[in-house]
């Protein structure tokens, strides 16, 4: 037990399993000292069809909280076992009723004495705790119910990572990562064009000074995603355009992208934009997944930039 008082409630499932482990264990000597052949997995199933009634599998499965391919496996090896027998349902080909063989119902009799006697042990262990386990369990159910262990953690672990994430705006300090995060991206598929060049070694001129805006992701501090605003030429029918947008491969899965976006298109509002620009490639799958999320549609002809573009599309603001 020393394991469990360190490592505490993180392993509440291994500490579940060796508490289910013993409990079986001891549950398979009891039908051993009562003379019953049954095996402890089959008792639900077993008890289930105790009550006279044919079942198929579907409603068993439904009657006692187990999966279908669990409880027709457990009624192969009772049918093995003579406990289980077969029938056709007269009004449904498609599935089987079962119920007890004679053999199946001389030993619900003998069980009879043995479950009463398991049911005054456990109300001794129950008398010698201070927890009530079996109120507690059916607490857990109703809570697990209403929301899983699994949608817990991935709730909780979200909150977590996105705390550990903070947008902020550019300042000369994210220069050098403003540059290699772009940098990066781009050089893994093609190659730094010149208008790349320029705008990644000066985003000062190129993009802030003419009212553009750059939002810097931090993860833990540290910078791991860039994402600009940049203004476009007073002819064109778009206010803005969404550029530069790069995380760095080792941070994933931890919406930074989004929240870069989701930033430069609060700011576009914020400055009165309505119609907002961008244009990518098509190869970048989850970036385009990303863009078709947030509003953004194909435009039907484009006029690419840079040689590596090859879908353009808008944002009504």
């Known amino acids: 037990m020393d394991f469990f008082e360190r490592t505490g409630k993180m392993a509440i499932g291994s500490r579940l399993r060796a508490l289910t ?169 093609w190659e730094l064009e010149p208008h790349d060049i320029e705008v990644l070694e000066n985003p000062e001129k190129h993009i802030l000074e003419k009212g553009g805006h750059i939002f810097v992701a931090l993860y833990n501090g540290f910078p791991v995603g860039v994402c600009a605003l940049c203004p476009m030429p007073e002819e064109s029918v778009y206010d803005f355009e969404l550029a530069k947008l790069a995380v760095n491969n080792s941070i994933q899965r931890k919406g930074i992208g989004h929240r870069l976006c989701d930033a430069v298109i609060s700011k576009a509002r914020e400055l009165g934009g309505e119609k907002l620009f961008l244009e990518s490639n098509t190869r970048l799958k989850p970036a385009i997944a990303l863009y078709r999320k947030l509003g953004f549609k194909e435009l039907p002809e484009y006029h690419p930039a840079y040689a590596r573009g090859d879908i353009q599309m808008e944002l009504s603001l």
């Not at 001891?26 to 009550?51: C, Q």
């Not at 049918?79 to 007269?90: R, T």
Request: aromatic content about 8%; some cysteine.
């Open 21 to 189: 482990e013993t409990l079986t264990r001891d549950a398979s000597a009891i039908y051993g000292l009562y003379g019953i052949d049954l095996k402890p997995k089959w008792f639900p199933v077993f008890y289930s069809l105790t009550d006279g009634q044919t079942k198929s599998v579907t409603s068993i499965a439904r009657e006692i909280g187990q999966s279908h391919p669990s409880v027709s496996n457990i009624v192969k090896e009772m049918i093995k076992a003579d406990l289980v027998v077969e029938a056709d349902n007269a009004t449904d080909r498609r599935c089987t009723l079962l119920s007890l063989t004679p053999r199946g119902k001389s030993l619900s009799i003998e069980l009879i004495a043995q479950l009463r006697d398991v049911e005054r042990a456990v109300d001794q262990i129950s008398s010698e705790c201070e927890n009530d386990l079996w109120s507690a369990i059916a607490d857990w159910e109703k809570a697990l119910n209403r929301k899983s262990i699994l949608e817990r953690v991935r709730l909780i672990k979200e909150q977590r990572e996105h705390s550990e994430v903070t947008i902020v705006e550019y300042q000369p300090e994210y220069k050098s990562a403003f540059y290699d995060l772009n940098r990066k991206w781009i050089e893994l598929y």
